[in-house]
């Protein structure tokens, strides 16, 4: 049960994380203003990395132990990639819309599924 809950409260974090790095993303599309490297990317970046390993580790190791109807290992391991990468492409105005809005839109998606998975079980 442990594993559960805090697969839960890690996925609570990274769907806040995502929400925000799309609002950042539209923030600096509409200046087009890059942001500091330093001072709001890296701390920003570093924040996304750390929260999506452990995440993708404890979902690993929870999907180990019960079965899931709709979610994958492989999933897991892209939205992670995914979300690591758009903590960063957020800051520059330059970066693709329509590849960065749908790197979110599948990272919402896999994130929501994994909630309907918790607090829904097979059982």
């Given at each position: 049960?442990?594993?559960?809950?805090?697969?839960?409260?890690?996925?609570?974090?990274?769907?806040?994380l995502?929400?925000?790095?799309?609002?950042?993303?539209?923030?600096?599309?509409?200046?087009?203003?890059?942001r500091?490297?330093y001072?709001?990317?890296?701390?920003?970046?570093?924040?996304v990395?750390?929260?999506?390993?452990?995440?993708?580790?404890q979902?690993?190791k929870?999907?180990?132990?019960?079965?899931?109807?709709?979610?994958?290992?492989?999933?897991?391991?892209?939205?992670?990639?995914?979300?690591?990468?758009?903590?960063?492409?957020?800051?520059?105005?330059?970066?693709?819309?329509?590849r960065?809005?749908?790197?979110?839109?599948?990272?919402?998606?896999?994130?929501?599924?994994?909630?309907?998975?918790?607090?829904?079980?097979i059982?």
């Amino acid at each position: 049960m442990k594993d559960k809950e805090i697969a839960l409260e890690l996925t609570k974090k990274l769907i806040s994380l995502c929400e925000t790095a799309d609002r950042i993303y539209e923030d600096v599309r509409e200046t087009g203003k890059e942001r500091d490297f330093y001072t709001e990317v890296k701390p920003f970046a570093d924040e996304v990395h750390h929260t999506t390993t452990e995440w993708a580790g404890q979902m690993k190791k929870w999907m180990k132990a019960e079965s899931f109807r709709y979610i994958f290992p492989q999933q897991i391991d892209q939205t992670a990639q995914n979300l690591t990468d758009i903590a960063v492409q957020a800051f520059f105005p330059k970066t693709s819309y329509n590849r960065f809005k749908s790197h979110v839109q599948s990272v919402q998606f896999i994130l929501k599924s994994v909630l309907t998975e918790i607090t829904n079980p097979i059982n």
